[in-house]
């Protein structure tokens, strides 16, 4: 009679659970996630709300996107804890609204404020969005109440400028990235303006978009000083940055959050 010894773990439950989460989480290419999905039942109920964890329809021939097809949606939404649409891709579909309501982490790209009916029913602590459509679907108010992450660097500068009624929409803002303006004057201008606002910010990161596609995060140097720790001017390549941030690999937020504590601290100058 067959041994049935060798058909149980050698090591016990919880080390073993580690093992296969850091082989997992070690294979940045997911070129051996269904071989790890195989091994057993016990390990496929481990991996799978890490397979679909981050779901992308944003990408490119550098990045591509990283897909939950929409068929499948029904079965594994649930596990979706970062949502990145792209509604510029004519597939992407608001569907994905109704079949993930444990979203944390939603960027919304090119949203034309379609699908406010279930949108409104999730409570993210990070998005990323226009904020110049939300005066227009006032019935969004609901999405922004939990946003303490809020990633408006796709937005054209000039909307920040004046009053926003859209920053009225986030009472626990703490955290706010928005696209650097050319000029000198403007980006002053916008600094001032955020910080009148927004009463309770603790990191505002200036994102620089590079000409080069170089993976890189890194701080850019400003041409003027600005007597504030919390503002941090970044380099940026999206969308992967969002996608290392979701990984937990490279997170501009954690990065800008360390610069910050160590301005407090007096290592370093502020500047904007």
């Not at 490119?60 to 596990?79: A, D, Q, V």
């Not at 706010?176 to 603790?202: A, G, T």
């Not at 990161?205 to 140097?221: G, N």
Request: glycine share 4%; charged share 20%; with cysteine.
């Amino acid at each position: 009679m067959k041994n049935l010894q060798n058909l149980y773990p050698i090591f016990p439950p919880e080390i073993e659970h580690k093992v296969f989460v850091a082989a997992f989480e070690g294979d940045q290419e997911m070129t051996n996630i269904g071989t790890l999905l195989l091994v057993s039942k016990r390990v496929y109920e481990w991996l799978l709300p890490l397979v679909y964890k981050i779901v992308s329809t944003y990408g490119s021939s550098e990045w591509p996107p990283m897909t939950l097809p929409i068929k499948n949606l029904s079965r594994f939404g649930k596990y979706v804890r970062h949502l990145l649409l792209d509604f510029s891709d004519a597939s992407t579909s608001t569907i994905y609204f109704t079949y993930c309501p444990n979203v944390v982490n939603l960027c919304l790209i090119a949203w034309d404020g379609t699908g406010i009916p279930t949108l409104s029913c999730l409570r993210p602590t990070e998005l990323g969005v226009d904020l110049n459509i939300l005066p227009k679907v006032p019935e969004i108010i609901p999405l922004c109440t939990n946003v303490t992450h809020l990633d408006c660097a796709y937005d054209e500068w000039k909307g920040f400028i004046g009053p926003s009624k859209s920053f009225s929409y986030f009472p626990n803002l703490t955290h706010l990235m928005v696209c650097s303006p050319d000029s000198f004057q403007d980006r002053k201008q916008l600094v001032e303006q955020i910080f009148q606002q927004l009463q309770k910010l603790q990191v505002f990161i200036v994102a620089h978009y590079p000409d080069s596609d170089l993976p890189e995060l890194k701080m850019v140097e400003p041409d003027y000083i600005y007597p504030d720790p919390r503002i941090v001017h970044l380099s940026l390549q999206f969308p992967l940055h969002w996608k290392t941030a979701a990984q937990g690999v490279l997170s501009p937020w954690l990065f800008a959050e360390e610069v910050v504590k160590q301005r407090r601290d007096g290592i370093m100058l502020s500047r904007v």
